[in-house]
């Protein structure tokens, strides 16, 4: 069973100051998406990498690969409130259609 | 575009009673896939559909089934309800059969089962 660890499972937060999730797996994947999902909502995809060592920002949010496609960090800097929510990670494994899911970290970012 | 839609949005049952759950996807997406959600085992893959066939399933007991029409909506079922299944089930739709294509989900139905 491949399994996927995030660390930590909840952070909260003041605005502006940065943070860090990591994804964690004894698994490789072939490539990795991280969502965010609020309450009352599906998750929504922010980012897929699919090269080890791949590094993608999207404006304040870094998404990195890790070099043996076993694990994944996400780095938010200035956090500000709208980044309230859940994070999750999902591992897709060569051609098969389903996710696995990361166990979710829980961030609050207050005023 | 309209996005994903599930119905309904809540739903609460009996121990032992069956529920059906409905997905309708992005006009134009072929592939759904069903997803449970709860707070100790977290986001959990049900089963993809793809052009009425089932592609490829998770681990759940075979109470748990789903089927997918000719235009691309999809139902599952959950027959003799246990405690257990109180969960958030989550469907997503997609261009592309799996892969890295993005998957788009609904707001979930949330059952509770009592």
């Known amino acids: 069973t491949q399994l996927l660890e995030q660390s930590p499972q909840f952070l909260s937060i003041q605005e502006g100051e940065n943070l860090t999730v990591y994804c964690n797996s004894s698994s490789v994947f072939s490539s990795l998406q991280w969502y965010r999902q609020e309450p009352g909502e599906g998750p929504v995809l922010l980012v897929t990498?699919?090269?080890?060592?791949e590094v993608k920002k999207l404006k304040r949010l870094t998404f990195q690969f890790g070099d043996a496609r076993k694990d994944s960090s996400l780095h938010i800097t200035a956090a500000q409130p709208g980044d309230t929510g859940l994070y999750l990670c999902?591992?897709?494994?060569?051609?098969?259609?389903?996710?696995?899911f990361g166990t979710g970290t829980r961030l609050q970012v207050t005023l | 575009k309209a996005g994903v839609t599930q119905t309904p949005r809540y739903l609460i049952k009996t121990r032992g009673q069956q529920v059906t759950l409905s997905c309708s996807p992005i006009s134009g997406h072929r592939s759904v896939s069903w997803y449970q959600q709860t707070p100790g085992q977290g986001l959990q893959f049900l089963f993809e559909?793809?052009?009425?066939?089932?592609?490829n399933k998770g681990n759940f007991p075979g109470r748990f089934s789903g089927r997918q029409f000719s235009n691309s909506r999809s139902e599952m079922n959950v027959s003799t309800l246990e405690l257990g299944d109180s969960a958030l089930y989550l469907c997503?739709?997609?261009?592309?059969?799996?892969?890295?294509?993005?998957?788009?989900f609904g707001p979930g139905t949330r059952l509770t089962v009592t």
């Open positions: 997503a739709s997609s261009t592309t059969r799996g892969g890295i294509g993005e998957q788009y």
């Open positions: 990498v699919v090269t080890g060592g």
């Open positions: 559909y793809f052009s009425e066939t089932q592609r």
């Open positions: 999902a591992g897709i494994t060569g051609t098969a259609s389903k996710l696995t």
